[in-house]
T-cell receptor, first 114, second 115 residues
Framework: SQQGEEDPQALSIQEGENATMNCSYKTSINNLQWYRQNSGRGLVHLILIRSNEREKHSGRLRVTLDTSKKSSSLLITASRAADTASYFCATAAYSGAGSYQLTFGKGTKLSVIP | NAGVMQNPRHLVRRRGQEARLRCSPMKGHSHVYWYRQLPEEGLKFMVYLQKENIIDESGMPKERFSAEFPKEGPSILRIQQVVRGDSAAYFC?????????????FGQGTRLTVV
């Protein structure tokens, strides 16, 4: 079953605006990661936030994590047309099979209109 | 340092044939994971391997699917007697540490089409 669920499923904004995507999950996690996927390509890691962190920045990206609400948000500021892609959150949680599960949500499809 | 290499990029198989998907991890990475992605869906975990060992295959269908990561050479995901429902993109990822403890580096995927 899906651990992370992104919201919204699709988002369309004008270039220069900020884009916010949310992710909710169900179980305790070790860390939460955000990935980006351009159409027909592999996933690219964007940022990792550990369960004991609340906020992290990387360039135009800002990620927050609220473990009490089991939710995270990804903010992309001053969006560009090149940010058009699907964005996935992935939660890392112990699987009980001797390793951590890295479980992906269904993603948010972001379209940035020039 | 080349990234994760997957081949072929596209693979077409008739129902009942075998599909072999290859993944060469990044240099120095000993952890390999395979995921399957259906159109408009997220990635579904299939299997996690270290060199010569399957660590977690909880996402792998019990029949027709197998994976290996030999001491030498790429990791192989093998699908026997393919059916139409196997059509999907299969992604391989590698990391230098155990899964979930850091970022995973993904290949470009193999798109399998079963006709």
């Amino acid at each position: 079953s899906q651990q992370g669920e992104e919201d919204p499923q699709a988002l369309s904004i004008q270039e220069g605006e900020n884009a916010t995507m949310n992710c909710s999950y169900k179980t305790s996690i070790n860390n939460l990661q955000w990935y980006r996927q351009n159409s027909g390509r592999g996933l690219v890691h964007l940022i990792l936030i550990r369960s004991n962190e609340r906020e992290k920045h990387s360039g135009r990206l800002r990620v927050t994590l609220d473990t009490s609400k089991k939710s995270s948000s990804l903010l992309i500021t001053a969006s560009r047309a090149a940010d058009t892609a699907s964005y996935f959150c992935a939660t890392a949680a112990y699987s009980g099979a001797g390793s951590y599960q890295l479980t992906f949500g269904k993603g948010t499809k972001l379209s940035v209109i020039p | 340092n080349a990234g994760v290499m997957q081949n072929p990029r596209h693979l077409v198989r008739r129902r009942g044939q075998e599909a072999r998907l290859r993944c060469s991890p990044m240099k120095g990475h000993s952890h390999v994971y395979w995921y399957r992605q259906l159109p408009e869906e997220g990635l579904k975990f299939m299997v996690y391997l270290q060199k010569e060992n399957i660590i977690d295959e909880s996402g792998m269908p019990k029949e027709r699917f197998s994976a290996e990561f030999p001491k030498e050479g790429p990791s192989i995901l093998r699908i026997q007697q393919v059916v139409r429902g196997d059509s999907a993109a299969y992604f391989c990822a590698s990391s230098p540490r155990g899964r979930g403890e850091g970022e995973a580096f993904f290949g470009q995927g193999t798109r399998l089409t079963v006709v």
